[in-house]
């Protein structure tokens, strides 16, 4: 049996973990060792933690079993609960009524015991009727009640200050229901908090802005507003993302926002959170999509299939969200008794499209308007500066040199001209997130510096450099096979140096066998598994581990579960040591989640007790 200190030090270092599967896990095992071995005076921390973990990380129905242990320990041993954890447990009831909107398989008359037991609890504790009050009025809102949803929202917003209400959501939920019910000028007006914030505020409140600004013709603010609500995001959930894509695709910016569902969208677009999540995520793509479906259904998204069904056009993107979002909204339906949820998304099918949003990209104001299929080719057939700027700059420093590029070139300075068309590369992808429109535009500079500089007799180090940068915006705009050439050519050159650069060498290895895995080469494993151990023996963990990842997501997609928990569990044990705990931690989340779906739960179980042991 662990010792009190012993199983509080387990729980701080899950804490340590970001939300996801491996944190969820984890939680979950230590929960069973204490329930199985005790102390029993630290389960009300770990079933706290297991909420929290289910909430933010997992969503699944089994918080609620979780809590009513919580409850059930609460009402017999008192004594185990500290101020702490007794406010947090009911803090957390908060969290359990709200997620009964999310689960279309609680009744209705399990609702109303749920919220009866709350307030009874409530009363009791003298925690007051602010909390209660706002359950009622969510929960009536969301099954369509609308007078009872008024009469409760009254009487919530009656309360002065509560301790137990988060003042910068209270704010933030004004705020959305005023854009939701076409208030646009008065969610302007409240503004987003600025006190009191917390994990949602003001992120949530400034994409609502930016929505309440698009209604209101006013891009520039729209685009400010959506910059400050990533500014004050740490991780995406669907919801959030899916504000966001309604915003830039509406907001005509459509490569803008599949640019987002490329960089933020894996767990969303996987329908991989709540029934309620993932509703809300379908239609907020129905509805950024819908006015698009004439003139730019065959806008390519950069999205991978889901299954057998292709998202690879604006179109299908649209035409899959429709089809996962009708069942969904049917359950709801169900539950509440009514079709508001099917009309819900009908209204969204015939959504138009709203003032052009302007993306801030720096400090000199210069910014995006509206992007399509259209732009995004001629920046790539160009190679030359986006056709979206908004604000243009009449002379721009990739333009200066692309100047001195050109003037290099016609003197035959291969050497020189190359050096600049890599520069003007790398001063698109300098300036923060890389849209799919600087990824293309990159892109072609890449391809037009590579001849130049091998012709020219550049060092092999500069051009690891240029291909190392080049990889994954190749990989971005789907064309890694345009990285076949400057590969080969620089594993030729560093073979054949006198004395070759160890990195250089191992660099060109790393590239080759990144796009064996992407060809599905026989031989790209054999490749990892030798560059991987040259890196162990020259103490390269990182570089190890990241190409172990990349191997291990190749070996799932060709169905080798087997190889990629061993390159998953692998990875995880580079990165340990270089603390670096985002990556060790979606490398066992990976690995949690490949055991899970193969049916090896008690290698799951083994997996944990060894992180629990160190």
């Not at 007799?457 to 076949?484: C, F, I, K, S």
């Not at 569990?569 to 985002?582: G, Q």
Request: proline share 4%; with cysteine.
């Amino acid at each position: 049996m662990w010792s009190t200190h012993e199983a509080a030090q387990k729980i701080a270092a899950t804490r340590d973990l970001p939300y996801g599967s491996a944190r969820t896990a984890a939680m979950e095992y230590i929960t069973r060792t204490l329930e199985r071995e005790g102390p029993e005076s630290m389960l009300p921390e770990a079933y706290l933690n297991l909420v929290e973990a289910y909430v933010f990380g997992q969503p699944t129905p089994a918080s609620f079993a979780v809590f009513s242990k919580l409850l059930r320990l609460y009402d017999a041993h008192p004594e185990h609960f500290d101020e702490f954890t007794a406010r947090t447990l009911f803090w957390q009831f908060k969290w359990i009524i709200g997620d009964m909107t999310a689960y279309p398989q609680i009744s209705k008359e399990q609702a109303r015991e749920l919220l009866d037991e709350m307030r009874r609890r409530y009363r009791l504790a003298g925690m007051g009727e602010m909390a209660p009050d706002r359950a009622e009025y969510m929960w009536a809102a969301h099954i369509g009640e609308d007078e009872a949803a008024e009469t409760w929202r009254a009487r919530w917003l009656a309360h002065g200050e509560d301790e137990m209400d988060c003042g910068s959501c209270r704010h933030g939920g004004i705020l959305r229901d005023h854009v939701t019910d076409g208030e646009f000028e008065a969610a302007v007006r409240l503004g987003a908090p600025t006190e009191d914030l917390c994990n949602r505020e003001p992120a949530a409140s400034h994409r609502q802005l930016a929505l309440a600004y698009l209604h209101l013709g006013d891009g520039e603010a729209a685009g400010r507003h959506l910059l400050r609500a990533a500014a004050n995001r740490d991780q995406y959930d669907p919801d959030d993302l899916g504000v966001e894509f309604e915003v830039l695709a509406r907001g005509q910016n459509l490569q803008a926002a599949f640019d987002l569902l490329a960089d933020h969208g894996k767990r969303a677009l996987d329908l991989a959170g709540d029934p309620g999540d993932n509703r809300n995520f379908l239609r907020y793509i129905v509805a950024g999509l819908a006015w698009a479906l004439e003139d730019h259904g065959d806008m390519p998204t950069g999205l991978r299939p889901a299954g057998q069904v292709e998202r690879s056009t604006l179109k299908e993107l649209y035409d899959w969200a429709l089809a996962e979002s009708r069942p969904l909204a049917q359950a709801f339906d169900r539950r509440a008794g009514n079709t508001r949820f099917s009309e819900s998304l009908e209204a969204a099918t015939k959504l138009d499209a709203l003032t052009p949003i302007v993306l801030p990209t720096g400090a000199d104001g210069a910014g995006s308007a509206s992007l399509t299929e259209a732009d995004a080719a001629e920046g790539a057939q160009t190679g030359g500066a986006s056709a979206t700027d908004a604000t243009p700059l009449s002379f721009t420093p990739v333009e200066s040199y692309l100047a001195v590029a050109r003037e290099h070139e016609a003197a035959g300075a291969s050497l020189e001209a190359g050096m600049a068309y890599a520069e003007a590369a790398f001063l698109v992808l300098a300036g923060g997130p890389v849209t799919g429109a600087q990824a293309l535009e990159a892109h072609g500079f890449f391809e037009t510096a590579w001849p130049l500089l091998a012709d020219g007799g550049a060092a092999p180090a500069l051009l690891a450099e240029v291909v190392r940068v080049w990889a994954p915006v190749a990989e971005r705009v789907n064309d890694l096979e345009a990285l076949r050439t400057p590969v080969g050519e620089l594993q030729e050159l560093a073979r054949q140096a006198a004395h070759p650069d160890l990195l250089t060498v191992m660099q060109a290895q790393d590239l080759a066998a990144r796009l064996s895995l992407a060809a599905d080469d026989s031989a790209s494993q054999q490749l990892v598994d030798e560059l991987v151990e040259t890196y162990r023996e020259n103490e390269c963990l990182e570089r190890a581990a990241r190409l172990l990842v990349v191997a291990a997501e190749a070996a799932t997609a060709a169905g080798q579960s087997e190889l990629a928990i061993g390159r998953y569990e692998l990875a995880a044990e580079f990165f340990e040591p270089l603390r670096l705990k985002k990556s060790r931690a979606a490398a066992l989340d990976a690995c949690i989640e490949l055991l899970r779906a193969t049916g090896q739960e008690h290698r799951v179980e083994a997996l944990l007790a060894e992180l629990m042991a160190g």
